[in-house]
């Protein structure tokens, strides 16, 4: 039963009657003026994002863009910009994840239903590094995905967010297939605000701070430093139920059982801060010096599988038995009836002598009962100088895993006007950016059981760093060819330079200890750290050329013509192109489409990265290696040298404007050919793990299965994205509603083994194929209300990646709700819910089996795959100052 204090239920009472007082709509993407020309707020923003000529206004453009201002960010009730974009853009959909290794630390965002790493991010123009975590087990769509870290990012410091919903690689190059995200900084000389923000899920657990401010300074009579910080601190939720096999346990009456002994909730997040600088300066009438960059750090940590110590082999069992003075280990998978037979025999615990190997057949044998092991047998280990996990740790384990995050970033360039000379009339940016991601790993609760009794208990496994270095030349002049306005030509070079680095764990994390021969499993239970051996630095140039014009041929019709060309030291060359057209057909209704060809290079850590992780294999807890796909296991079962990702696609649709209504509405048509994602989990033969062993894989026994990146399906993605946006003055204030809607689709239209049926459903179901949001926001003197309602179409609900888990869960509403009350012109009182009505999120079918194994037997409630979380309901209060 939820459990609901005063507080939770006059919040839910007052924005309730909030909501209900009116049409419920979703968020805008239209809601604060970008650029203006005259004090009107119906001025259409200004987008620099999509176009290499003058920036011009989003119902100009010839490709789709939306436009969030920095107010309308600030009013989403949530601290993290993924959640905030999500609200503001239907083809956007962000997960919550609980267990999911590494895309816990950095959440993947998909656009338009590709993978995090298909979209490109840019920093007021300039390309974002991606974050150094790879997001190994991402939910089907984001497997393998290495997409830039956007939660790092505060909304304080945004002026505006456009999303070019359009394939850009002939324009930006690589990633991005399915369209762009262009974060401009705030670049005010004065004023400023401060922010902070307290919130808790219904259900009393989640509660979150967050302090945020702003301040615009004068830099000398020509220039502005704009600073911001956010720090914020986020408790972990609870959304589980205990287990079965732990119940039994304590049932049973053994110890250190946990209630819930795993916990399917988000992550906690502490010390989460991100400090944010722009700066710009006028060095003279025609050319001016920018820098910006930013510093953010977070702690971050997270549940894992509970091990039961009746079938965790290499720790408790399962790998070896003592019977008769016999080693016997556990037939292989190519041996079913030998399977059978050990299942079927008595069953025994891991036992380990302190004395070495050749003195383990005189430990005593220790028999498992009615799910308990003989007590007497146990106790009798001590005085054969012999142990077991048992004795320490009986009633299993929960590992916790977690990492610290840091991003830096740093900006600088000069842009102008050339005034004199043979490039007189040629504007042109001259820039350099460096961008640094690190992930040290942390492991909790766990062991290193080859090192027996004397194993720590929390582990350091490593590091990941990825670091990008650019240099960009860009240039663009207007040229009088006797058309309607001059056309554009713009042309540039870039240099980029990644680096991704492994640096090994504590020694502990990975060491052979001296149990290895007597069967016990090798490093860190759940997340073996990085061997010395893995440890490297791989680095991958490239450099591009690009060309692109803009014609206004007449005053009612104007085309885009774009051009590229990318060279890697490592695949090769590609090159791209992308038109574009625009047609006033009338004084208040334009046509507009596009048609390009793109691509994305797989990433050095894709290339490269080895990794063990812990998943579930048909109900049992398995360790899978993760190998790159050069190495001779991945070669002998398909793997190949990674290629890019070959995109094609073609967009049209409408603008309508009249008076205060806007309205766009877009098809679009992706084709993607070769796309890079991990493989389907591979089971190991014997000859495998010989081949694996002599590689110097560690604890090959306790290998199940492996995985590598590889090129090896086809999608078609299709959909439309409708938006409308109306103001006016009513209710004696100014009013705003706002509609968008995405239909999207994604077909796989090729694949072998290597990716396997299930994970074909997961790309084409996981995410709703439609969504849609609807707002009405409202301004009077002395209060604001905003309303939103989230529409969510049907999606397939997945638990613990298992395919017998899945259905296709029912279509949801949710609604949002703000009002706040101006105390004076400086002084803003917030009161908001998210999911005002606490909507649940699908339930697990307990009911469902799959040999036997109920879906509940991992402890959830919920389908992780829901788009709109799993946490219920969400209220917060905010006090706004701004000077």
Aim: aromatic letters at 12%.
């Amino acid at each position: 039963m939820k459990k609901y204090n005063a507080l939770h239920r006059a919040v839910k009472l007052a924005l309730t009657s909030t909501a209900t007082a009116g049409l419920l709509l979703s968020q805008g993407v239209y809601a604060e003026e970008a650029e203006k020309t005259v004090v009107d707020k119906n001025v259409e923003k200004i987008a620099v994002v999509g176009s290499r000529a003058a920036p011009r206004s989003i119902g100009e453009s010839p490709v789709p863009i939306d436009i969030i201002g920095g107010e309308e960010l600030g009013k989403s009730g949530n601290t993290d910009m993924l959640e905030i974009l999500k609200g503001s853009v239907p083809s956007l959909n962000v997960h919550t994840n609980p267990i999911s290794d590494a895309a816990s630390l950095v959440r993947p965002a998909n656009l338009r239903g590709l993978p995090s790493d298909s979209t490109l991010i840019l920093l007021n123009g300039k390309r974002r590094h991606r974050a150094s975590v790879i997001a190994f087990l991402g939910g089907g769509i984001n497997d393998g995905a290495q997409g830039p870290d956007i939660s790092v990012i505060p909304s304080i410091a945004m002026k505006q967010v456009e999303v070019l919903r359009d394939g850009a690689a002939a324009q930006y190059g690589s990633d991005a297939i399915a369209g762009v995200m262009n974060f401009v900084l705030k670049d005010a000389s004065e004023g400023g605000s401060l922010i902070v923000r307290h919130g808790e899920y219904y259900e009393g657990d989640g509660t979150s701070t967050e302090v945020a401010g702003n301040i615009g300074l004068p830099f000398t009579d020509d220039g502005f430093v704009n600073l911001s910080f956010q720090y914020k601190n986020a408790d972990a939720t609870s959304r589980s139920t205990q287990r079965p096999d732990a119940q039994a346990f304590i049932d049973a009456g053994v110890t250190g059982v946990g209630d819930p002994a795993q916990v399917w909730g988000s992550p906690e997040i502490n010390d989460d801060i991100s400090l944010f600088g722009n700066v710009g300066l006028d060095l003279t009438s025609d050319s001016e010096f920018y820098m910006f960059g930013n510093y953010s750090e977070r702690d971050v940590r997270g549940g894992f599988y509970y091990r039961n110590p009746n079938t965790r082999p290499g720790v408790y069992g399962g790998n070896i038995r003592n019977v008769n003075g016999t080693n016997t280990y556990r037939p292989n998978d190519d041996d079913p009836a030998g399977q059978a037979a050990w299942d079927a025999a008595t069953p025994t615990i891991l036992v380990g002598s302190l004395d070495g190997y050749d003195q383990q057949l005189n430990c005593p044998l220790v028999e498992i009962q009615n799910g308990i092991p003989d007590q007497s047998a146990l106790n009798s280990l001590t005085a054969a100088n012999c142990f077991a996990f048992n004795q320490a740790i009986p009633g299993g384990f929960t590992p916790n895993f977690g990492g610290n995050i840091t991003d830096t970033s740093l900006t600088i360039g000069t842009k102008g006007e050339i005034t004199d000379g043979t490039f007189k009339g040629v504007y042109y940016d001259l820039s350099g950016n460096v961008g640094r991601s690190e992930s040290r790993f942390f492991i909790y609760n766990t062991l290193n059981a080859s090192l027996g009794p004397d194993s720590p208990r929390d582990f350091s496994p490593g590091k990941y760093i990825q670091l990008e270095k650019n240099f960009n030349v860009d240039l663009s002049k207007g040229f009088d060819a006797g058309y309607y306005s001059d056309v554009n030509v713009a042309g540039g070079l870039e240099w980029h330079e990644e680096t991704f680095e492994v640096i090994a764990g504590d020694e502990a994390s990975f060491k052979a200890g001296p149990l290895t021969d007597q069967g016990f499993g090798i490093g860190s239970n759940g997340f073996p750290g990085f061997q010395p051996s893995a440890a490297g630095e791989y680095t991958r140039r490239n450099y591009a050329a690009y060309v692109d014009i803009e014609a206004p041929f007449t005053e009612d019709f104007l085309m885009g013509f774009a051009l590229r060309f990318e060279d890697y030291d490592t695949f090769g060359s590609t090159t791209n192109y992308k038109i574009t057209a625009q047609y006033n057909a009338t004084e208040d209704l334009s046509l507009r489409g596009s048609v390009s060809t793109g691509f994305r290079a797989p990433t050095v850590g894709q290339a490269n990265v080895s990794n063990v992780q812990t998943n579930l294999s048909s109900g049992v807890l398995v360790d899978s290696a993760l190998l790159p796909p050069t190495n001779p296991i991945s070669v002998q079962l398909g793997g190949k040298e990674l290629q890019p990702e070959e995109s094609s696609s073609y967009t049209f649709g409408a603008v309508y404007s009249f008076d205060n209504f806007f309205f766009t509405a877009d098809y679009y048509h992706i084709e993607v050919d070769d796309r890079i994602s991990q493989s389907d989990k591979i089971e190991l033969s014997d000859a495998d793990k010989a081949t694996l062993k002599a590689a110097g894989v560690p604890n090959v026994d306790g290998l199940a299965q492996v995985s590598f990146f590889t090129n090896d399906f086809n999608t078609t993605t299709e959909g439309v994205d409708i938006v409308a946006n109306y103001t006016d003055e009513l209710l004696g204030g100014s009013s705003t509603f706002s509609l968008a809607y995405n239909w999207n689709e994604t077909t796989v239209t090729k694949w072998s083994d290597i990716t396997g049926d299930f994970k074909v459903a997961r790309l084409e179901n996981d995410l709703p194929k439609h969504r849609a949001t609807l707002t009405w926001a409202q301004d009077w003197e002395k209060f604001a209300m905003f309303t939103r309602v989230n529409y969510y179409g049907e999606y397939q609900g997945v638990h613990v990646d298992y395919d017998a888990t899945a259905i296709m869960a029912d279509t949801t509403v949710t609604v949002d709700a703000e009002v706040s009350y101006f105390v004076t012109e400086s002084i803003t009182l917030s009161l908001g819910a998210q999911n005002i009505f606490d909507q649940e999120a699908e339930k697990l079918n307990f009911t469902q089996q799959s040999g036997g194994i109920p879906n509940n037997n991992w402890g959830g409630k919920y389908y992780e795959t829901s788009p709109y979380g799993f946490n219920g309901g969400f209220y917060y209060l905010k006090a706004t100052y701004n000077f």
